[in-house]
Protein backbone atom coordinates (compact mmCIF):
# COMPACT_ATOMS: atom_id res chain seq x y z
CA UNK A 1 0.00 0.00 0.00
CA UNK A 2 1.40 3.72 -0.97
CA UNK A 3 2.24 5.78 2.03
CA UNK A 4 -0.14 8.36 2.86
CA UNK A 5 0.93 12.09 3.08
CA UNK A 6 -0.96 15.29 2.50
CA UNK A 7 0.23 18.79 3.34
CA UNK A 8 -1.75 21.88 4.09
CA UNK A 9 -0.80 25.10 5.13
CA UNK A 10 0.50 24.48 8.50
CA UNK A 11 -0.07 20.05 8.93
CA UNK A 12 1.24 17.48 7.47
CA UNK A 13 -1.39 14.50 7.78
CA UNK A 14 0.43 11.03 7.52
CA UNK A 15 0.51 7.35 8.11
CA UNK A 16 1.49 5.98 11.43
CA UNK A 17 5.12 5.23 11.85
CA UNK A 18 6.58 2.88 14.75
CA UNK A 19 7.31 5.85 17.19
CA UNK A 20 4.13 7.92 17.09
CA UNK A 21 2.45 5.37 19.22
CA UNK A 22 4.91 6.72 21.60
CA UNK A 23 3.58 10.12 21.04
CA UNK A 24 0.05 9.48 20.85
CA UNK A 25 -0.07 8.08 24.56
CA UNK A 26 2.32 10.56 26.02
CA UNK A 27 0.48 13.59 24.51
CA UNK A 28 -3.15 13.07 24.23
CA UNK A 29 -4.04 9.99 26.75
CA UNK A 30 -4.20 12.59 29.44
CA UNK A 31 -7.32 14.30 31.72
CA UNK A 32 -7.96 16.78 29.63
CA UNK A 33 -7.56 15.14 26.32
CA UNK A 34 -9.77 12.10 27.24
CA UNK A 35 -12.16 13.56 29.31
CA UNK A 36 -15.21 13.08 26.51
CA UNK A 37 -13.52 10.18 25.24
CA UNK A 38 -13.99 7.30 28.09
CA UNK A 39 -11.14 8.69 30.18
CA UNK A 40 -7.56 7.51 30.62
CA UNK A 41 -6.73 4.62 29.11
CA UNK A 42 -4.81 1.74 30.97
CA UNK A 43 -2.22 -0.41 28.97
CA UNK A 44 -5.28 -2.69 27.54
CA UNK A 45 -7.21 0.39 26.25
CA UNK A 46 -3.34 1.59 24.61
CA UNK A 47 -3.68 -2.10 22.78
CA UNK A 48 -6.93 -1.43 21.92
CA UNK A 49 -6.34 2.11 20.53
CA UNK A 50 -3.29 0.93 17.88
CA UNK A 51 -5.02 -2.49 16.95
CA UNK A 52 -8.32 0.31 15.71
CA UNK A 53 -6.40 2.73 14.11
CA UNK A 54 -4.02 0.22 12.28
CA UNK A 55 -7.38 -2.03 11.54
CA UNK A 56 -9.09 0.79 9.70
CA UNK A 57 -6.30 1.68 7.14
CA UNK A 58 -5.78 -2.09 6.35
CA UNK A 59 -9.79 -2.89 6.34
CA UNK A 60 -10.51 0.22 4.43
CA UNK A 61 -7.63 2.24 3.10
CA UNK A 62 -8.06 5.69 5.44
CA UNK A 63 -7.48 6.04 8.87
CA UNK A 64 -7.50 8.94 11.67
CA UNK A 65 -3.74 10.10 10.01
CA UNK A 66 -1.00 11.50 12.78
CA UNK A 67 -1.57 15.55 12.29
CA UNK A 68 2.21 16.80 12.52
CA UNK A 69 3.00 20.74 12.30
CA UNK A 70 5.10 21.49 9.56
CA UNK A 71 8.56 22.96 9.20
CA UNK A 72 8.25 26.24 9.28
CA UNK A 73 9.33 27.78 11.86
CA UNK A 74 5.67 29.01 13.61
CA UNK A 75 4.84 27.46 17.05
CA UNK A 76 5.01 23.61 17.95
CA UNK A 77 6.87 23.72 14.37
CA UNK A 78 7.53 20.23 13.58
CA UNK A 79 6.04 18.22 16.09
CA UNK A 80 3.65 15.81 16.67
CA UNK A 81 0.15 17.16 17.59
CA UNK A 82 -2.80 14.31 17.63
CA UNK A 83 -4.35 12.69 14.52
CA UNK A 84 -7.15 13.37 12.02
CA UNK A 85 -9.09 11.41 9.24
CA UNK A 86 -11.45 8.92 8.39
CA UNK A 87 -12.79 6.06 9.13
CA UNK A 88 -16.06 3.94 9.32
CA UNK A 89 -18.57 4.33 11.82
CA UNK A 90 -18.57 1.47 13.90
CA UNK A 91 -20.06 1.77 17.72
CA UNK A 92 -22.38 -0.17 18.24
CA UNK A 93 -26.20 1.47 18.67
CA UNK A 94 -24.90 4.01 15.68
CA UNK A 95 -24.91 4.77 11.94
CA UNK A 96 -22.48 1.83 11.19
CA UNK A 97 -20.97 1.67 8.17
CA UNK A 98 -21.03 5.42 7.51
CA UNK A 99 -18.03 7.32 7.05
CA UNK A 100 -16.85 9.46 10.11
CA UNK A 101 -14.30 11.74 10.51
CA UNK A 102 -12.67 12.26 13.72
CA UNK A 103 -10.09 14.09 15.70
CA UNK A 104 -7.69 14.41 18.80
CA UNK A 105 -5.18 17.05 19.33
CA UNK A 106 -3.17 17.26 22.50
CA UNK A 107 -4.02 19.99 24.82
CA UNK A 108 -1.15 22.30 23.99
CA UNK A 109 -2.27 22.61 20.39
CA UNK A 110 -5.81 23.58 21.30
CA UNK A 111 -7.11 26.70 20.16
CA UNK A 112 -4.68 27.36 17.34
CA UNK A 113 -7.28 26.03 14.46
CA UNK A 114 -5.21 22.67 13.88
CA UNK A 115 -8.25 20.86 14.33
CA UNK A 116 -10.48 22.85 11.76
CA UNK A 117 -7.24 22.61 9.20
CA UNK A 118 -6.84 19.03 9.61
CA UNK A 119 -10.65 17.83 9.15
CA UNK A 120 -11.33 20.41 6.48
CA UNK A 121 -8.47 18.20 4.62
CA UNK A 122 -9.76 15.23 5.95
CA UNK A 123 -13.55 15.98 4.88
CA UNK A 124 -12.53 17.18 1.16
CA UNK A 125 -9.94 13.82 0.90
CA UNK A 126 -13.38 12.18 1.71
CA UNK A 127 -15.59 13.73 -0.33
CA UNK A 128 -13.08 13.58 -3.30
CA UNK A 129 -11.07 10.95 -3.15
CA UNK A 130 -13.11 8.30 -1.67
CA UNK A 131 -16.54 9.90 -3.58
CA UNK A 132 -18.31 9.66 0.17
CA UNK A 133 -21.98 10.62 -0.13
CA UNK A 134 -21.68 11.86 3.34
CA UNK A 135 -19.70 11.70 6.19
CA UNK A 136 -20.77 12.00 9.57
CA UNK A 137 -19.11 13.32 12.93
CA UNK A 138 -19.86 11.56 16.68
CA UNK A 139 -19.22 13.17 20.03
CA UNK A 140 -21.34 13.80 23.55
CA UNK A 141 -22.75 16.32 24.36
CA UNK A 142 -20.70 17.72 26.90
CA UNK A 143 -17.94 17.98 24.45
CA UNK A 144 -18.86 21.41 23.00
CA UNK A 145 -15.38 22.08 21.91
CA UNK A 146 -15.60 19.21 19.42
CA UNK A 147 -19.67 20.13 18.25
CA UNK A 148 -18.56 23.33 18.28
CA UNK A 149 -15.60 22.47 15.55
CA UNK A 150 -18.51 20.31 13.53
CA UNK A 151 -20.58 23.27 12.87
CA UNK A 152 -17.70 25.71 11.74
CA UNK A 153 -16.79 22.46 9.35
CA UNK A 154 -20.61 23.29 7.79
CA UNK A 155 -22.16 19.81 9.15
CA UNK A 156 -25.13 19.82 10.64
CA UNK A 157 -26.99 18.16 13.78
CA UNK A 158 -28.47 14.78 12.74
CA UNK A 159 -30.22 13.97 15.92
CA UNK A 160 -32.42 11.30 13.70
CA UNK A 161 -29.46 9.33 14.64
CA UNK A 162 -28.28 10.23 17.74
CA UNK A 163 -28.21 7.05 19.96
CA UNK A 164 -27.54 5.59 23.15
CA UNK A 165 -23.97 4.80 24.82
CA UNK A 166 -22.59 5.60 28.04
CA UNK A 167 -18.98 4.70 26.59
CA UNK A 168 -17.51 7.91 26.21
CA UNK A 169 -20.49 10.17 28.95
CA UNK A 170 -21.48 7.82 31.30
CA UNK A 171 -23.42 10.46 32.67
CA UNK A 172 -25.57 11.66 29.30
CA UNK A 173 -25.42 7.90 28.28
CA UNK A 174 -25.99 9.42 24.62
CA UNK A 175 -23.82 10.19 21.57
CA UNK A 176 -25.05 12.95 19.38
CA UNK A 177 -24.50 12.86 15.72
CA UNK A 178 -23.28 15.64 12.70
CA UNK A 179 -22.93 15.43 9.37
CA UNK A 180 -22.71 16.91 5.88
CA UNK A 181 -23.47 15.97 2.72
CA UNK A 182 -21.20 15.70 -0.68
CA UNK A 183 -23.74 18.36 -2.46
CA UNK A 184 -23.08 20.83 1.06
CA UNK A 185 -19.59 20.41 1.12
CA UNK A 186 -19.31 21.41 -2.72
CA UNK A 187 -21.82 24.23 -2.20
CA UNK A 188 -19.57 25.78 0.53
CA UNK A 189 -16.43 25.48 -1.19
CA UNK A 190 -14.67 25.50 1.75
CA UNK A 191 -17.03 26.10 5.51
CA UNK A 192 -18.30 28.99 6.32
CA UNK A 193 -16.77 31.19 9.50
CA UNK A 194 -19.54 30.97 11.95
CA UNK A 195 -20.94 34.41 13.47
Known amino acids: MVEFRRETPRLVLR ?5 DWAHLFEHTNTPAVMRWLGGVMDEAGKIK ?4 LESYRRDHGFTLWVV ?19 KRSNIAGGPIGDMEIGWR ?3 DAWGAG ?3 EAAEESLRIGFEEWDAPHILALTVEGNTASWGLMRRLGMQPRTDLDFASSEFDAESGMIIVYAITRR ?12
Not at 49 to 52: H, K, L, S, V
Not at 184 to 195: A, C, F, I, R, T
Open 49 to 52: ARER
Open 105 to 107: LRE
Open 114 to 116: YAR
Open 184 to 195: EWDVLGSPPEQK
Open 68 to 86: ERREDGGALAGEWLGFCGL
Open 15 to 19: DWREA
